[in-house]
């Protein structure tokens, strides 16, 4: 687990990382696992991370709840619950080295699909809307920044604005529940992680109302120029150790 001196430095990070994620837009849960992941592992991280969300998708609820849309979003929702407890299943099956080089890979991959899906609609069919969430469930379960995913099928089904943000936080939040559920489920959610998840996403909180006055000066597009890299830097470190790892054996 985390020394004393990681505890506060990972608290200090989320509340960062909520402030700069609500002039972005995203970015908490990218952001924190830029700083978990090298320090306790994939198989640690992705579910403290999934507790984590929960509480920062259930602040951004609560911000824009007068927009919520739940009819709208339930083809999404039904392919999204089942598909994160698919992908936690999978997840937990994973060794070691192996968890860090899908969850590693991923997070390369997170920035370019970003940019790709940003203001795109996925066509709008409730067959569509079904299988891009189990799609999406399914990666979420197995690793980290699958949310990105979740906005384009909320676009098809007819969302934008305000009630584009509350029904993605909504149905984010509920799809963190269900992987904490798989992920405790086979063991992979103690106690004590479930506090140290409970206390990043609490941090995460109040950073949204401090966003104006910490990042000032460096600006959303900075921000995610700057949290883009970062991502992209951790992603391939962990797939490195992780490929280090799975041929050590071998040597």
């Known amino acids: ?16 990382s909520g402030t700069l994620s609500g002039l972005s837009g995203f970015g908490a849960g990218l952001m924190m696992s830029a700083y978990l992941l090298p320090v306790l592992g994939a198989r640690v991280a992705v579910p403290v991370l999934a507790v984590a969300m929960v509480l920062t998708n259930a602040g951004r609820i609560w911000a824009f709840r007068q927009g919520l849309e739940l009819r709208r979003a339930l083809p999404v929702l039904a392919g999204v619950l089942p598909g994160s407890l698919v992908g936690a299943g999978a997840f937990a099956a994973l060794s070691g080295p ?7 890979a991923f997070l390369v991959v997170t920035v370019p699909l970003r940019r790709a899906l940003a203001g795109r609609a996925v066509m709008g069919h409730p067959a569509m809307l079904v299988g891009g969430g189990a799609v999406t469930g399914i990666l979420s379960g197995m690793t980290t920044g699958a949310g ?13 604005g305000p009630a584009l943000l509350a029904t993605d ?6 799809m963190h529940v269900v992987r904490c559920a798989g992920y405790g489920a086979t063991g992979l959610l103690p106690p004590d992680l479930v506090l140290l998840g409970l206390a990043l996403g609490a941090a995460t909180v109040p950073g949204s109302k401090l966003a104006a006055v910490i990042v000032a000066r460096l600006g ?22 992780a490929l280090r790892d799975l041929q050590a054996p071998c040597g």
């Open 1 to 16: 687990m985390l020394e004393p001196w990681q505890w506060a430095a990972a608290l200090a990070l989320a509340l960062a």
């Open 98 to 104: 192996m968890a860090d080089l899908v969850v590693g």
């Open 148 to 160: 990105v995913l979740l906005v384009p099928l909320l676009l098809g089904a007819g969302l934008a």
């Open 169 to 174: 936080a909504f149905v984010s939040g509920s």
């Open 220 to 241: 959303p597009a900075r921000h995610t120029l700057v949290l883009e890299a970062l991502v992209v830097l951790v992603g391939l470190v962990t797939v490195a150790l």
